[in-house]
C-alpha cells in the first residue's frame, strides 16, 4: 500500500460492481481497482475485460493471497459475508462489504473481531451514511430543527417477478425482503433516533415457495413514545422515502437511502418550507468508498462501526419472530 493508494480487489462478478461499485469507484479519490477474482475464469476475464481491470485470480482464495492487494469489496450472497470478509481479515485486507453485513448477528460480532485482531478496517456499504444529504439531516436534527422527532416513516420497495432464481428468494443465501431492502429503512431509523429500539412488532408474508418474506411491515419502538414505521418489500414497484415527524415540524426524505448526483429533503415548519439541495456529481456509492480509502490511508476514524450491523440483524429476527408469534418481541 502507498502512501496515497488503496489497491482494491473485488470478490465475484457480482452484478452490484457491474453497475454500482465500480461507477462509482472510477469517481472516487485514493484508490486504484487492480484486481477481480472468480470461480469462473471467463467471467472473471471478460468482465476484467469490461472494466479494465489488469489482473484475475481464480479463486477469491489467490486474490487474497496477493500482495498486491491492501483491500478488497465484498459483494457475495449474504450468507458468504462472514466467511469472506473474516478470510480476507486473517489475510491482512481491510474489507468493503455489502449489507446486510452477515446472515446473523453472532456472524458479524466474528467478522468485527477477526478484523479488530488483524487491524484492518470493517465496513458496512450502507452508503447514505457518507453523503452529505446525510450529513446535513444529521447536522440538523441535532440542532433541533423540528424539535424532538417523534415518528419515521421509511419504505424500500421494488417488484421482484416470480419464478426465479434471484438470489434475493433463496432461503439458504439468506434472502428475503427484510434482509435486501428492510436493512434500509431499519438503518436509516436507528440513524434517525441515533439509539436502538427496545422492541419489534411485524407482520411478513411469506412465500410458501421460496419460505423468505417477501413484503413486510415493521413497527420499531425507540423508547419514550418514539415509533419508526417501516415498509419493505419485493411486491410493489414503490421505490424509497422517509418522512420524520418532530415535535415542532417534519422533513421529508425523497431518497434516503441511495442519494445520487443530485438529491434533496425538505423541511416544514409551521407554514413554511425549506429545501435542502445537493449536487455531489457523484453516484450513491463514492463519498463512501473515498472515505474508506482515507480512513484506510490516513487513520481518519469511520463514520460508522460496523458492529452496528449486529443490530440490524437481532431486528430482522426479531421482526420474522413477532410475524410468526403475532406479537410484539423485546430487543432490550
Known amino acids: ?6 489497491r482494491w480487489g473485488i ?8 453497475w454500482g461499485f465500480i461507477p462509482a469507484f472510477r469517481m472516487a479519490k485514493g484508490g486504484e481497482l487492480v484486481a477481480v477474482s472468480s470461480r469462473d475464469r471467463s467471467k472473471g476475464q471478460a468482465f476484467a475485460e469490461k472494466h479494465g481491470i489488469p489482473q484475475v485470480f481464480d479463486s477469491y482464495e489467490a486474490m487474497l493471497d496477493s500482495d498486491a492487494i ?28 455489502e449489507k446486510p453485513l452477515a446472515a446473523n448477528a453472532d456472524e458479524v460480532e466474528q467478522m468485527v473481531q477477526a478484523c479488530r485482531d488483524s487491524g484492518v478496517l470493517l ?25 424532538q422527532v417523534v ?14 432464481d434471484n438470489i434475493r428468494m433463496n432461503k439458504a443465501l439468506a434472502g428475503g425482503s427484510l434482509m435486501d ?6 438503518t436509516f431509523a ?7 429500539p427496545v422492541a419489534v412488532q411485524a407482520q411478513c408474508c411469506i412465500d410458501p415457495d421460496y419460505g423468505v418474506d417477501t413484503h413486510t411491515s415493521t413497527v420499531l419502538d425507540f423508547g419514550s413514545g418514539r415509533q419508526a ?6 411486491d410493489a414497484p414503490v421505490g424509497q422515502g422517509a418522512h420524520l415527524f418532530g415535535t415542532e415540524g417534519h422533513i421529508v426524505v425523497p431518497v434516503p437511502c441511495h442519494p445520487a448526483e443530485e438529491s434533496h429533503f425538505t423541511v416544514h415548519k409551521g407554514e413554511g418550507e425549506e429545501t435542502f439541495s445537493f449536487a455531489t456529481g457523484t453516484r450513491p456509492f463514492t463519498p463512501t468508498i473515498e472515505h474508506f480509502n482515507d480512513c484506510a490511508l490516513n487513520g481518519t476514524p469511520l463514520m460508522a462501526e460496523a458492529g452496528s450491523g449486529a443490530g440490524t440483524l437481532h431486528i430482522i429476527a426479531a421482526a420474522l419472530e413477532s410475524s410468526r408469534r403475532g406479537q410484539r418481541v423485546a430487543l432490550q
Not at 1 to 6: A, I, K
Not at 11 to 18: F, H, K, M, P, Y
Not at 125 to 137: N, S, Y
Open 190 to 196: 436507528r440513524y434517525v433516533f441515533g439509539c436502538e
Open 70 to 97: 491492501d483491500a478488497v469489496y465484498n459483494p457475495l450472497p449474504n450468507s458468504m459475508h462472514a466467511e469472506w470478509t473474516i478470510a480476507a481479515a486473517r489475510r491482512g485486507k481491510h474489507v468493503f462489504c
Open 1 to 6: 500500500m502507498s502512501n496515497s493508494t488503496l
Open 123 to 147: 465496513f458496512e456499504a450502507f452508503v447514505f451514511r457518507c453523503h452529505p444529504q446525510t450529513l446535513k439531516l444529521r447536522a440538523l436534527l441535532d440542532d433541533g430543527i423540528i424539535g
Open 11 to 18: 470478490i465475484s462478478t457480482a452484478g452490484i460492481s457491474d
Open 229 to 234: 414505521a417501516l415498509v419493505s418489500g419485493f
Open 181 to 186: 431492502v428492510g436493512c434500509y429503512p431499519i
Open 151 to 164: 415518528q419515521v416513516q421509511a419504505h424500500f420497495s421494488f417488484s421482484l417477478e416470480r419464478p426465479t
